[in-house]
């Protein structure tokens, strides 16, 4: 039997809940969850899973009921995200649908997901006043660092690199050279993408060092709670460690506020909230409440996702998501992660993935590293880099001298050009943007009513037309491309493996490379013929034997 309200559980009472957000009881289908964030913030969320659309909606008009008046409210995908206030309590609340495909197993995920804070531990999120515009909105990056000014002459910091004394001095002259207000810097918002000391390193030591010189007005993070972290990180050491260094930064973060900056607060972070400031919209793309039935297994899957809007276009923030996020922001938000630029996740190294950089549609892409670091590391051209530097018109790298890169609104090309260093790097391929700008897809609604198989598109070089060939009996499809590499063979392999796929036969003849993978829906075969440059996807439902169709034999069941 559901609560009448979420500070009727034990677990919050015995929690101080006093200083906890409150919110009237869900009371529609699912299996509740109820999650803490950090106690830090006397922030949590219920889960209830498997909740529908008509959950979503009854649960706002209870809100409504209870003297709740709507803030803010988005679309995405067909996912729905609200936030709801009272005053007191700010409640945000989301439905999320989609599908998903993991290791054989079909799951429709379907949830409401409710997040509660109090007032007295978390600040609304701005809505647009009044405002004297005396600057152009400019982006400039330092390393892992980003930051915005807006027309206001207030600005935006996006992370903070490592606590060391050149990222902070940087990030400090930059405020300096760029403020054209009386007085301090004003930072508007901090926003921290995850507890990780190169992201959150510099904050402390800006604080720390300048702290007396700058205003902080909030801090932005989703920093989890400890209970969302399972098993075991392959790059960091137990869960209990990984939780205690979360709760570590958390506490210095919200230390360093309270004794640096009084007048400053914090907002936690939920996905769909919107922020407006003077010449740029934020929205909240992801958060690790996302990452349902506790699936954290590495720190950098927590990062916050933003989303930014300017008069010069969109551009998109993915802080550090590896695979796993960036397989589930994609799904909860498709095609409408359409942008103008993206910053490169997890500095240019395994972050993102090929689906999630073409989703966006991206025309620029901003490396948070240096050109000489992406060299000594070989990122580019490189199957766990995840990002093609050719579907791009403009990799914007730093140079080792240039240390800091400012773009602002009406750039020109051969302005950016000072720091694309595209031009650089041996260019293997000769494909036109703008050929490949627009995902392609294989199929069309009636051939999966008809009972084909699907597979993953093929985002990599060649000639610009594919070649679909169908057989309507079968029900199966081959796709054959030409003027491609044994790399690009590779590259779509491993985006077959990420996606959920599973290998069942791998072989290496004398011209030719083949492989064949298997989801709950789909059998995939692709081959590589050397010689001819070519590679042939062959495609059919579950339980094709599409490695024999391959070879010109009947399909077997």
Request: contains cysteine; negative net charge; proline residues 2%.
């Amino acid at each position: 039997m559901k609560n009448e309200n979420y500070l009727a559980y034990a677990q919050l009472k015995d929690r101080d809940a006093d200083w906890y957000g409150h919110a009237p009881a869900y009371d529609g289908a699912g299996e509740e969850e109820l999650i803490y964030s950090l106690d830090t913030y006397k922030s949590y969320y219920v889960l209830e899973h498997g909740a529908g659309k008509t959950d979503f909606v009854d649960y706002c008009n209870k809100l409504e009921k209870n003297n709740f008046v709507l803030y803010s409210s988005k679309e995405s995908n067909g996912n729905s995200f609200a936030t709801y206030t009272d005053g007191e309590n700010i409640v945000n609340v989301s439905h999320i649908s989609y599908r998903d495909v993991d290791r054989y197993v079909l799951k429709d995920i379907s949830y409401l997901s409710i997040a509660v804070d109090s007032v007295k531990n978390s600040m609304l999120p701005p809505k647009l006043e009044a405002y004297e515009s005396i600057a152009k909105v400019q982006v400039t990056s330092i390393v892992t660092c980003l930051v915005i000014r807006l027309a206001d002459g207030r600005f935006l910091i996006v992370d903070s690199s490592l606590a060391r004394e050149e990222p902070v001095d940087l990030i400090y002259q930059t405020l300096c050279e760029q403020n054209v207000r009386d007085g301090k810097p004003i930072v508007a918002a901090w926003m921290i993408t995850h507890a990780h000391s190169d992201h959150v390193g510099g904050f402390f030591g800006i604080m720390e060092k300048y702290g007396d010189k700058i205003e902080v007005q909030r801090v932005i993070h989703g920093f989890p709670g400890e209970q969302t972290y399972f098993g075991k990180n392959y790059m960091e050491y137990t869960m209990d460690d990984v939780a205690a260094s979360v709760t570590r930064f958390s506490n210095r973060v919200k230390h360093l506020m309270d004794e640096k900056m009084p007048n400053g607060g914090f907002t936690i972070a939920h996905t769909g909230q919107i922020f407006e400031y003077p010449g740029v919209t934020l929205e909240i793309v992801f958060t690790s409440e996302n990452l349902y039935r506790q699936q954290m297994f590495d720190t950098n899957m927590s990062s916050v996702i933003y989303m930014f809007t300017m008069s010069g276009g969109k551009l998109l923030a993915l802080g550090d998501a590896v695979d796993g996020e960036a397989k589930i922001i994609r799904k909860l938000h498709g095609k409408d992660l359409k942008c103008d630029a993206v910053v490169i996740a997890h500095h240019s190294f395994n972050g993102g993935d090929e689906e999630l950089y073409y989703n966006t549609g991206a025309s620029v892409a901003i490396w948070p590293n240096t050109y000489e670091h992406i060299l000594q590391n070989k990122l580019i051209g490189k199957l766990y880099n995840h990002f093609d530097f050719n579907s791009v018109k403009h990799n914007l790298i730093l140079s080792q001298d240039d240390k800091v890169m400012t773009l602002y609104d009406g750039m020109s090309v051969e302005e950016l050009a000072r720091f694309d260093r595209k031009s650089d790097v041996e260019n293997k391929f000769d494909v036109d943007y703008e050929l490949r700008k627009q995902p392609k897809n294989y199929l069309t609604e009636a051939h999966l009513k008809e009972g084909f198989g699907d597979a993953p598109r093929y985002y990599g070089n060649g000639d610009d037309k594919e070649i679909l060939t169908f057989n309507e009996t079968d029900k199966t499809y081959t796709i054959t491309i030409s003027g491609v590499t044994e790399y690009n063979f590779e590259w779509y392999c491993n985006a077959l493996k990420r996606d959920g796929y599973q290998s069942t036969t791998v072989s290496d003849d004398a011209g030719k490379k083949s492989a064949t993978y298997a989801s709950l829906l789909n059998s995939v075969c692709v081959d590589y013929l050397m010689a001819d440059s070519k590679m042939i996807i062959n495609v059919g439902c579950a339980g094709k034997d599409v490695l024999a169709f391959s070879r010109n034999r009947k399909c077997n069941y």
